[in-house]
């Protein structure tokens, strides 16, 4: 149980494209799921918080008109990465956490390797 | 002082050994506690959890919680190879349930 799914798994896009993340949860409901990103061996920097029917919560420093999160239903958020730059290249992770869960516990995507050229 | 802190290691060890991962916390109305495993390239796995002072045993894994030092740690016995990957502690920040996470601690088990 509490599989989240990630897709695309890896994406190359050129620069000042624009690029979508989807994160799922599979087997279970997410009212509140995150989006992370981690550069090589240091730990996952919260970019923002996404609330099913309502506005993304963005970290201080995290620019919201370049990473567009939207959380429609209960089982899916997508991260747009608008004109995209080398450096955004990064590692993007979502998590979700279970509404039925009364704990804390968030429950990991895979991963999106961006590579902008 | 970070909120979470935790010895990036790497740390290597023996196939067979007991590992040994730790991390301190300076809040002290943080409840819950959290391990995650992440191998490289991949999203972290939820090892285990637990909101007491006190042992939690999932099969080869031990999480301790002495609230009263502020320490967590887990205790992986029998390590293997496969268990080579980087762990991360994790504690919720507030009710918000954002997650406050360890820098992360490599481990290596050689055959």
């Known amino acids: 149980g509490a599989v989240v799914s990630q897709h695309p798994s890896r994406v190359i896009c050129k620069s000042g494209t624009s690029v979508k993340i989807e994160c799922r949860s599979l087997d279970f409901q997410a009212t509140t799921m995150f989006w992370y990103r981690q550069f090589p061996k240091k730990s996952l920097m919260l970019m923002a918080t996404?609330?099913?029917?309502?506005?993304?919560?963005?970290e201080q420093g995290v620019e919201k008109d370049k990473f567009l999160i939207n959380h429609a239903s209960l089982t899916l958020s997508t991260l747009t990465v608008t004109s995209a730059h080398p450096e955004d290249s990064s590692f993007y992770i979502c998590?979700?956490?279970?509404?039925?869960?009364?704990?804390?516990?968030?429950?990991f995507g895979p991963g999106t390797r961006l590579t902008v050229t | 002082q970070k909120e979470v802190e935790q010895d990036p290691g790497p740390l290597s060890v023996p196939e067979g050994a007991i590992v040994s991962l730790n991390c301190t916390y300076s809040n002290s109305a943080f409840q819950y506690f959290m391990w995650y495993r992440q191998y490289s390239r991949k999203g972290p796995e939820l090892l285990m959890y637990?909101?007491?002072?006190g042992n939690k045993e999932d099969g080869r894994f031990t999480a301790q919680v002495d609230k009263s030092s502020k320490y967590i740690s887990l205790f992986i016995r029998d390590s293997q190879p496969s268990d080579s990957a980087t762990y991360l502690c994790?504690?919720?920040?507030?009710?918000?349930?954002?997650?406050?996470f360890g820098s992360g601690t490599r481990l290596l088990v050689r055959p």
């Open positions: 998590s979700a956490r279970d509404s039925t869960s009364g704990g804390y516990e968030q429950y």
């Open positions: 994790a504690m919720p920040l507030d009710s918000s349930y954002k997650l406050i």
């Open positions: 637990t909101y007491s002072s």
């Open positions: 996404s609330n099913e029917g309502s506005k993304a919560t963005y």
